[in-house]
């Protein structure tokens, strides 16, 4: 007598929904959809706080399993992912991450597909109706530094609109900000700091700050706050700054801007730069010929030379 017979498919199918719930947080939630024709298996809500707090963190996901994943230096090919796909994953308004699972291990590895594609943008544009994906085998979602990593890739694409205006804005303005760091300090520490100067440090300090925290970059300022109270505590008047503790913010701050020119020049004139060759050329200029070296050894000399320049 014949019955039906569960395709193996099918079978997978099961087996990678149950190791990626086993591997996930717990207090995550995971949303299977019925219809996956077009490259999207579910999505999952990402519980970012203590509390358990549902605070719309969202990531699409598309699984792909093997029964064994081959490693070769710490790398893994994923092949035959249809361009059509990717194009849909690109266009969709949350990041989109493929999960690639190992059923034998029971192991989960992760792409970011945005931060992927920008990585490798010529290769993906020069393909023609697939191409592969390269996975990393630090990227285990099981393993503490791969949820580290899962988390910063997810919080880098939810905000990669607002991280790129901001560093358009710090790149544009960069000769002004730089003046305004270097010729504000070292004042007479007992004077009043006008109200146009300290609203020029706070938009600075939020640029900066925003900057910083969607990167490994350690945010190394005072707060706002904390340096009204420390001046409140030397000087005893309310509400106002005096140069004493502006000149130690910009000090600080000085010190966060180098860091965070460094990092993003490395990310999009080399890391990515295909990518930003084509997308932003203008961005990708500037970035390119700011020379930090020469900076850091001698700020004043270089905005001296940037004055002496057309190059801003």
Same mark, same amino acid.
């Given at each position: 007598?014949?019955?039906?017979?569960?395709?193996?498919?099918?079978?997978?199918?099961?087996?990678?929904?149950?190791?990626?719930?086993?591997?996930?947080?717990?207090?995550?939630?995971?949303?299977?959809?019925?219809?996956?024709?077009?490259?999207?298996?579910?999505?999952?809500?990402?519980?970012?706080?203590?509390?358990?707090?549902?605070? &719309?963190?969202?990531?699409?996901?598309?699984?792909?399993?093997?029964?064994?994943?081959?490693?070769?230096? &710490?790398?893994?090919?994923?092949?035959?992912?249809?361009?059509?796909?990717?194009?849909?994953?690109?266009?969709?308004?949350?990041?989109?991450?493929?999960?690639?699972?190992?059923?034998?291990?029971?192991?989960? !590895?992760?792409?970011?597909?945005?931060?992927?594609?920008?990585?490798?943008?010529?290769?993906?544009?020069?393909?023609?109706?697939? *191409?592969? %994906?390269?996975?990393?085998?630090?990227?285990?979602?099981?393993?503490?530094? @791969? %949820?580290?990593?899962?988390?910063?890739?997810?919080?880098?694409?939810?905000?990669?609109?607002?991280?790129?205006?901001?560093?358009?804005?710090?790149? *544009?303005?960069?000769?002004?900000?730089?003046?305004?760091?270097?010729?504000?300090?070292?004042?007479?520490?007992?004077?009043?700091?006008?109200?146009?100067r300290i609203f020029c440090l706070i938009d600075l300090y939020?640029?900066?700050?925003?900057?910083?925290?969607?990167?490994?970059?350690?945010? @190394?300022?005072?707060?706002?706050?904390? *340096?009204?109270?420390?001046?409140?505590?030397?000087? @005893?008047?309310?509400?106002?700054?005096?140069?004493?503790?502006?000149?130690? *913010?910009?000090?600080?701050?000085?010190?966060?801007?180098?860091?965070?020119?460094?990092?993003?020049?490395?990310?999009?004139?080399?890391?990515?730069?295909?990518?930003?060759?084509?997308?932003?050329?203008? %961005?990708?200029?500037? %970035?390119?010929?700011?020379?930090?070296?020469?900076?850091?050894?001698?700020?004043?000399? !270089?905005?001296?030379?940037?004055?002496?320049?057309?190059?801003?």
């Amino acid at each position: 007598m014949e019955y039906p017979k569960r395709h193996k498919n099918h079978v997978n199918e099961s087996k990678s929904w149950s190791i990626t719930s086993n591997v996930l947080p717990e207090e995550w939630i995971i949303r299977q959809l019925n219809e996956r024709d077009y490259g999207i298996d579910g999505y999952v809500e990402i519980i970012l706080n203590n509390e358990g707090l549902v605070s &719309g963190d969202v990531c699409y996901i598309q699984l792909k399993s093997t029964e064994k994943i081959k490693w070769k230096n &710490g790398k893994a090919k994923l092949s035959n992912i249809k361009k059509s796909t990717v194009n849909y994953w690109l266009s969709l308004p949350a990041p989109v991450f493929i999960f690639y699972i190992d059923l034998d291990l029971k192991e989960l !590895y992760f792409c970011s597909i945005e931060g992927y594609i920008r990585r490798n943008y010529d290769k993906y544009l020069n393909s023609n109706d697939t *191409m592969g %994906l390269i996975f990393n085998q630090l990227y285990n979602l099981e393993t503490k530094i @791969g %949820l580290i990593n899962f988390l910063y890739l997810y919080s880098l694409e939810k905000h990669k609109e607002e991280i790129d205006s901001s560093l358009r804005t710090l790149v *544009m303005h960069f000769k002004t900000y730089l003046e305004y760091i270097l010729y504000n300090q070292g004042r007479d520490q007992f004077l009043i700091v006008e109200e146009e100067r300290i609203f020029c440090l706070i938009d600075l300090y939020k640029l900066l700050k925003t900057l910083s925290k969607h990167t490994p970059i350690k945010w @190394g300022c005072m707060d706002i706050r904390e *340096m009204y109270e420390d001046d409140f505590k030397a000087f @005893g008047e309310i509400s106002e700054l005096h140069e004493l503790f502006l000149t130690k *913010m910009l000090v600080q701050l000085q010190k966060q801007l180098f860091e965070i020119l460094r990092h993003y020049k490395e990310l999009f004139t080399v890391v990515e730069v295909d990518y930003w060759r084509k997308k932003d050329v203008l %961005l990708f200029d500037r %970035l390119e010929r700011i020379d930090l070296d020469a900076l850091e050894k001698d700020p004043y000399e !270089y905005l001296f030379n940037l004055d002496n320049s057309l190059l801003y």
